[in-house]
């Protein structure tokens, strides 16, 4: 089984809602990431969980505040979003943190629209 | 820094013909390449992979690429398309820790 799922598919909320993202894969990997990808572009990494801990964040805004709870989940707790921020959010993982060639493995993805 | 370059925003084939979709990378240290493929409100799915080895990898739908590290280039190619082919595609590379992906090339298919 080398499927990630992610709930919802598809959520919208305004600025001053709260809102979070699910990411779940049950094939034993040690690394998860969240990515933000606009129209036409490519995945832009936001985080990235190495063994259940924080090892990169790419300068996101503190609006966005990740939490990996075990080693087969990972949130996006969403606060005081931007209308900007509307994009799809992916979050993908791999049997090791990036080196070595591991292969990341994709979500369906979350379309978020920011009112 | 690691850069990866994709020739053409966009790309047109006719149904049969072949699709050659070219990425480019800059690094002094060969990289582990990858092409991933992306349908419409879909996520990322892996094509193919090259780590070490045969220069030639194959992956999946047809498609294969060809390591040439004295062009720095990692082509896409696919001797027939399909319809079902249309779709986005991108070339990345992990060096270390991270992964950097191409802007993405965009490839339609006409019957």
């Known amino acids: 089984d080398t499927e990630v799922t992610q709930t919802p598919k598809h959520l919208v909320m305004g600025m001053t809602n709260k809102k979070s993202l699910k990411c779940e894969q049950h094939m034993g990997h040690r690394a998860m990431y969240w990515y933000k990808q606009k129209a036409k572009k490519p995945p832009e990494l936001m985080f990235v969980y190495s063994y259940e801990k924080l090892s990169i964040n790419e300068s996101v805004p503190s609006r966005f505040s990740p939490e990996c709870p075990n080693s087969s989940l990972l949130n996006l707790h969403l606060h005081a979003l931007q209308p900007e921020d509307s994009a799809l959010y992916l979050c993908?993982?791999?049997?090791?943190?990036?080196?070595?060639?591991?292969?990341?493995?994709f979500g369906p993805g979350t379309r978020l629209l920011v009112l | 820094a690691q850069s990866v370059t994709q020739l053409g925003s966009h790309v047109s084939v006719s149904e049969g013909a072949l699709v050659l979709l070219r990425c480019n990378y800059s690094?002094?240290?060969?990289?582990?390449l990858f092409w991933y493929v992306q349908y419409p409100n879909q996520g990322l799915q892996l094509l193919l992979k090259?780590?070490?080895?045969?220069?030639l990898v194959k992956g999946i739908n047809g498609f294969e690429a060809e390591f040439k590290k004295s062009e720095t280039s990692f082509h896409l190619t696919k001797p027939s398309a399909h319809m079902s082919d249309a779709a986005e595609y991108f070339c990345?590379?992990?060096?270390?820790?991270?992964?950097?992906f191409g802007p993405g090339t965009s490839l339609s298919v006409i019957p």
């Open positions: 993908a993982s791999s049997q090791e943190p990036l080196s070595e060639g591991e292969t990341q493995y």
């Open positions: 690094s002094s240290v060969p990289p582990y």
């Open positions: 090259y780590t070490t080895g045969a220069t």
């Open positions: 990345a590379v992990t060096l270390y820790d991270k992964v950097i």
